[in-house]
């Protein structure tokens, strides 16, 4: 069993404890990435940057209040956390 079906397993099996843990997580996640793009914007491309982070945020906020299977909230959480971390490390880098 792959790391990822054990993770799948474990969020379906308690989702209800990983709903709010994960909205909160994602949503300082993503603010603190926008934060760092905002930081760095000098020009309108990096807005961007910020665009797709609040997609990707609302994207699984949408996926939870629309009680959608737990493998696409699943698949979403994988995708957002992804994103937002990627943004937060360009950001970083830019910055340094």
């Not at 099996?13 to 000098?42: D, R, W």
């Not at 807005?47 to 990707?56: A, E, G, K, M, N």
């Not at 299977?69 to 910055?95: C, D, E, G, Q």
Request: aromatic share 12%.
């Amino acid at each position: 069993m792959t790391l990822y079906n054990k993770g799948l397993e474990d969020f379906k099996e308690h989702l209800t404890l990983y709903v709010p843990l994960t909205i909160i997580f994602q949503s300082c996640l993503g603010s603190i990435a926008a934060m760092f793009i905002l930081k760095n914007s000098m020009h309108t491309f990096h807005f961007l940057d910020l665009i797709l982070v609040v997609s990707f945020a609302m994207a699984y906020n949408g996926s939870l209040y629309a009680q959608m299977k737990p493998k696409v909230i699943y698949n979403l959480l994988i995708a957002t956390i992804l994103v937002h971390s990627t943004f937060l490390i360009i950001n970083l880098v830019r910055l340094a």
